[in-house]
């Protein structure tokens, strides 16, 4: 797997790591990928384009939540676990205490994921952009005074910021595990800046 060490071989195994190469870039869950982005994209072409293909509002609002909410529902339980193996959700316990479960799929043994690079870049691409143009839609009927449409731009923020915020946690860890990145990060950042200060002294 390491392409850095230079070494005799044979044919055969270049192909194999031509081959390995190729999948890393390789859309592997092309259905997937495609409504991952479809339902998103399809909410805010809808939200800009409403008011010139209808003069309805209810139909262009009931429109923009059925897409919102098929988005949600295959984001968070289809393409997150397909696409770049990270899931998340909520149980209770037999207490009834709710708890909010983020999981990430564990690398197999041989080193290798099962998400290409291809389709992490849509995942996040697709995950990160549309809850900022919809933040951006929201800032817009806010100053504009579009007061009805606010609700319909509200309802997009929070169910993409929604699955957004969950597969961060899924990725970086708990608040726990941010905490002592951030701790660790400053530590050396001081770290880095006493031993500078040390040495310009010294010379």
């Known amino acids: 797997m390491d392409s850095d060490d230079i070494e005799d071989v044979s044919l055969f195994d270049a192909d194999d790591d031509l081959s390995r190469r190729s999948k890393k870039s390789k859309i592997r869950h092309p259905v997937a990928?495609?409504?991952?982005?479809?339902?998103?994209?399809?909410?805010?072409?809808?939200?800009?384009?409403?008011?010139?293909?209808?003069?309805?509002?209810?139909?262009?609002?009931?429109?923009?939540?059925?897409?919102?909410?098929?988005?949600?529902?295959?984001?968070?339980?289809?393409?997150?676990?397909?696409?770049?193996?990270?899931?998340?959700?909520?149980?209770?316990?037999?207490?009834g205490r709710s708890h909010w479960v983020f999981e990430a799929r564990k690398v197999s043994a041989q080193g290798s994921k099962t998400s290409s690079e291809a389709e992490s870049r849509i995942f996040w691409l697709g995950l990160i952009t549309c809850p900022m143009i919809w933040v951006i839609f929201a800032f817009s009927a806010l100053f504009s005074f579009k007061v009805k449409w606010l609700a319909v731009v509200v309802m997009g923020v929070v169910l993409q910021g929604a699955n957004l915020y969950g597969y961060i946690r899924c990725k970086v860890g708990s608040r726990k595990n941010l905490t002592s990145m951030a701790t660790s990060y400053l530590g050396k950042q001081f770290l880095r800046q006493t031993v500078a200060t040390e040495d310009q002294t010294a010379s």
């Open 33 to 95: 990928s495609f409504f991952h982005l479809f339902f998103r994209v399809s909410a805010i072409v809808v939200y800009l384009l409403c008011e010139l293909l209808t003069s309805s509002f209810i139909a262009c609002m009931v429109t923009i939540i059925l897409l919102l909410s098929c988005d949600f529902w295959a984001v968070k339980n289809v393409t997150g676990r397909l696409m770049v193996g990270l899931r998340w959700w909520n149980q209770v316990d037999d207490d």
